[in-house]
């Protein structure tokens, strides 16, 4: 950027995810106002103006059910404990944690970590 130069603008692409029932359906309007609210509220910003948002796409996704049932829970300690007797071998995935974000991301760290430090040995 040039000295005296207007500043660039900044560029964001946002997915959003929201549970049956949220999204108000046939109501596009509807539908701009709160992907616009919710971009806001995650980037600290609500909320972005009417013309942040250049696109908007709705995608029905059928999500497999958590894989870790009660039973198929308890599996999952001994097998991380004979992983981790390996010493060379991480596991992640919903296979093993369950599924969604919430669950996976934070495992997926752990097992990334796991496995630089045992390049760093």
Avoid: F, K
């Avoid at 049932?69 to 300690?77: N, P, R």
Wanted: net charge neutral.
């Amino acid at each position: 950027m040039n000295e005296g130069s207007p500043p660039e603008e900044a560029r964001a692409v946002v997915r959003l995810s929201y549970g049956p029932g949220i999204v108000p359906t046939g109501d596009a309007t509807a539908q701009r106002a709160l992907a616009l609210r919710d971009a806001g509220v995650l980037t600290g910003t609500a909320p972005w103006p009417e013309a942040a948002l250049e696109a908007l796409a709705h995608t029905r996704l059928h999500p497999p059910a958590p894989v870790l049932s009660w039973a198929t829970s308890h599996a999952v300690g001994p097998l991380r404990e004979a992983v981790r007797r390996t010493g060379t071998l991480s596991v992640t995935g919903a296979w093993i944690c369950g599924s969604g974000l919430a669950s996976v991301v934070p495992d997926a760290t752990t097992a990334g970590q796991e496995a630089a430090a045992g390049l760093a040995r």
